[in-house]
């Protein structure tokens, strides 16, 4: 459990500004926090503009009168000013009343011992014993040291907001709201009121009881939270699975794909070859074909220019002959018929994503599953 001190020190710090209270102003969701850092925090805002409160995100509106309207926050202020008042150790504050007192002279102010409650007052012994014997009634002194904060959070009263004088010594249950004796003579006079110590007994049980079920409730949202938690990591490790399969979908495919495309071109590439080597047989048989003819050509024509009549007559019946030879070669039958190649792609619009990869199916409440991919 947490100690007076902890819980003190906790909630005398603003949540925004990270430092003691400055003027603390509450907010409907019982938050506190500095005017000056909400000031700053909503900057931009108007009155009656719906803002949110900065920790718990609650929403509430600008007062008419700008933030300076929002309730001053009297629980923090009373931890503060109790933890101002025990923030020194004996001996290391002056008594207040002797300081103002020596103002002017040279005379050693004695060190504070003791806090008067009622006043609000650091006083040394001497200081602090008529405030223990006023004619009005003796204030409440207590001894500087580690345990003043605690008595003061349990001993310190506050004074009325209307009459600055005054002690809260009521509760006005019409008003929900605590008042001094002069608030309950004029405003409060047909209204029922009793003392304050003696309400807020009969409003303890059910504070307790309605504490009791905030403390269930925590016990539920932190397992709401944790099962929350768990979920999320099941599902990141759904998701996981996911990208792994559909990775390793996607990849087989591809393989299966390049596969195939290597075997299809291996096959044209086979087509190819073998047409390379029947076009380079035939081209050989006509380059031979050729070869004969251009140099019979060239032949004849040497002997019919250059020739003598004699060796004309003498070759005539032989040149006739080979010519028949050459004439009688059917070179029409030596010829390059390539083969007709084509490619008919898939027609891969008749393939759905369902049989292209796979199906992802994404269920959710009241939701239809399934998702394409």
Same mark, same amino acid.
């Given at each position: 459990?947490?100690?007076?001190?902890?819980?003190?020190?906790?909630?005398?710090?603003?949540?925004?500004?990270?430092?003691?209270?400055?003027?603390?102003?509450?907010?409907?969701?019982?938050?506190?926090?500095?005017?000056?850092?909400?000031?700053?925090?909503?900057?931009?805002?108007?009155?009656?503009?719906?803002?949110?409160?900065?920790?718990?995100?609650?929403?509430?509106?600008?007062?008419?009168?700008?933030?300076?309207?929002?309730?001053?926050?009297?629980?923090?202020?009373?931890?503060?000013?109790?933890?101002?008042?025990?923030?020194?150790?004996?001996?290391?504050?002056?008594?207040?009343?002797?300081?103002?007192?020596?103002?002017?002279?040279?005379?050693?102010?004695?060190?504070?011992?003791?806090?008067?409650?009622?006043?609000?007052?650091?006083?040394?012994?001497?200081?602090?014993?008529?405030?223990?014997?006023?004619?009005?009634?003796?204030? *409440? +002194?207590?001894?500087?040291? !580690?345990? /003043?904060?605690?008595? @003061?959070?349990?001993?310190? #009263?506050?004074?009325?907001?209307?009459?600055?004088?005054?002690?809260?010594?009521?509760?006005?249950?019409?008003?929900?709201?605590?008042?001094?004796?002069?608030?309950?003579?004029?405003?409060?006079?047909?209204?029922?009121?009793?003392?304050?110590?003696?309400?807020?007994?009969?409003?303890?049980?059910?504070?307790?009881?309605?504490?009791?079920?905030?403390?269930?409730?925590?016990?539920?949202?932190?397992?709401?939270?944790?099962?929350?938690?768990?979920?999320?990591?099941?599902?990141?490790?759904?998701?996981?699975?996911?990208?792994?399969?559909?990775?390793?979908?996607?990849?087989?495919?591809?393989?299966?794909?390049?596969?195939?495309?290597?075997?299809?071109?291996?096959?044209?590439?086979?087509?190819?070859?073998?047409?390379?080597? *029947? +076009?380079?047989?035939?081209? !050989?048989? /006509?380059?031979?074909? @050729?070869?004969?003819?251009? #140099?019979?050509?060239?032949?004849?024509?040497?002997?019919?220019?250059?020739?003598?009549?004699?060796?004309?007559?003498?070759?005539?019946?032989?040149?006739?002959?080979?010519?028949?030879?050459?004439?009688?070669?059917?070179?029409?039958?030596?010829?390059?018929?390539?083969?007709?190649?084509?490619?008919?792609?898939?027609?891969?619009?008749?393939?759905?994503?369902?049989?292209?990869?796979?199906?992802?199916?994404?269920?959710?409440?009241?939701?239809?599953?399934?998702?394409?991919?």
């Amino acid at each position: 459990m947490a100690t007076a001190s902890s819980v003190t020190t906790d909630w005398t710090t603003c949540p925004i500004c990270l430092d003691v209270f400055d003027n603390p102003k509450s907010l409907p969701c019982i938050h506190g926090f500095c005017l000056k850092c909400l000031e700053r925090h909503f900057v931009d805002i108007c009155q009656g503009d719906e803002v949110s409160c900065p920790l718990c995100r609650t929403a509430f509106k600008i007062p008419s009168d700008g933030l300076r309207g929002l309730p001053h926050h009297f629980f923090i202020q009373h931890l503060v000013d109790a933890r101002n008042a025990s923030s020194k150790s004996t001996g290391e504050m002056p008594c207040e009343v002797c300081l103002v007192e020596n103002e002017t002279s040279s005379e050693e102010v004695p060190a504070a011992t003791v806090y008067c409650v009622d006043c609000g007052q650091k006083l040394c012994e001497r200081c602090g014993r008529p405030h223990r014997r006023l004619a009005g009634g003796a204030h *409440q +002194v207590r001894q500087l040291g !580690d345990k /003043l904060e605690q008595e @003061l959070l349990q001993l310190r #009263s506050s004074c009325c907001d209307k009459h600055t004088n005054e002690r809260l010594k009521l509760y006005c249950y019409e008003c929900s709201e605590n008042i001094c004796l002069m608030c309950s003579a004029i405003q409060h006079r047909q209204h029922k009121s009793d003392e304050i110590p003696q309400v807020a007994d009969s409003f303890r049980p059910q504070i307790d009881d309605d504490d009791e079920q905030i403390l269930s409730s925590i016990g539920t949202v932190r397992q709401l939270s944790e099962r929350t938690k768990q979920q999320f990591v099941k599902f990141l490790s759904q998701v996981g699975d996911a990208e792994k399969m559909i990775s390793e979908t996607g990849e087989t495919l591809k393989r299966l794909i390049d596969t195939r495309v290597s075997e299809v071109l291996v096959d044209l590439e086979s087509v190819k070859s073998e047409s390379s080597k *029947q +076009v380079n047989a035939v081209e !050989d048989q /006509l380059q031979l074909v @050729l070869v004969a003819m251009e #140099s019979f050509h060239t032949y004849l024509r040497e002997l019919l220019d250059k020739g003598r009549p004699s060796d004309v007559t003498r070759a005539a019946s032989e040149l006739h002959k080979r010519a028949t030879e050459l004439l009688e070669n059917d070179v029409t039958s030596v010829q390059y018929c390539p083969p007709h190649v084509t490619f008919t792609p898939a027609d891969v619009t008749q393939l759905t994503p369902l049989q292209l990869i796979g199906k992802l199916t994404v269920s959710r409440h009241g939701d239809k599953p399934g998702r394409l991919l």
